[in-house]
């Protein structure tokens, strides 16, 4: 299994943006799948947005057009540009890996996004 790191997380106004990074311990070249779930105080884990090496990208609808998921190969690593930032976006930030979408097998810490109105 690969061990992922994110980091990026923080404060940030309404309207405001932030890019979250996921660092991976190995190359990520043949890593399936990626991703990215959030979790909000006293509600269920959901998916934000995933990657594959084909390319392949799907968001949230609550996302869509506002937050861009990407991967840098050569840097292991896994990114979430998140941008026009909602307070109804505060939540842990996980980073995810797996063989194929939704068959996740490794999880990073999770970074807090707080998001103020």
């Known amino acids: 299994q690969v061990q992922l790191v994110e980091s990026g997380g923080g404060l940030v106004q309404a309207g405001g943006s932030l890019t979250l990074s996921c660092a991976a311990s190995?190359?990520?070249?043949?890593?399936?799948?990626m991703g990215w779930y959030r979790q909000a105080p006293g509600k269920q884990r959901e998916l934000v947005a995933t990657?594959?090496?084909?390319?392949?990208?799907s968001y949230a609808g609550s996302v869509k057009g506002r937050f861009t998921i990407s991967r840098d190969n050569a840097k292991n690593a896994l990114y979430l540009q998140m941008n026009s930032l909602k307070p109804e976006d505060t939540a842990v930030y996980y980073c995810?890996?797996?063989?194929?979408?939704?068959?996740?097998?490794?999880w990073g810490q999770g970074t807090q996004v707080t998001v103020s109105s």
């Open positions: 995810t890996a797996g063989v194929g979408l939704l068959l996740w097998e490794s």
């Open positions: 190995r190359s990520i070249f043949s890593i399936n799948a």
């Open positions: 990657i594959t090496t084909g390319g392949s990208i």
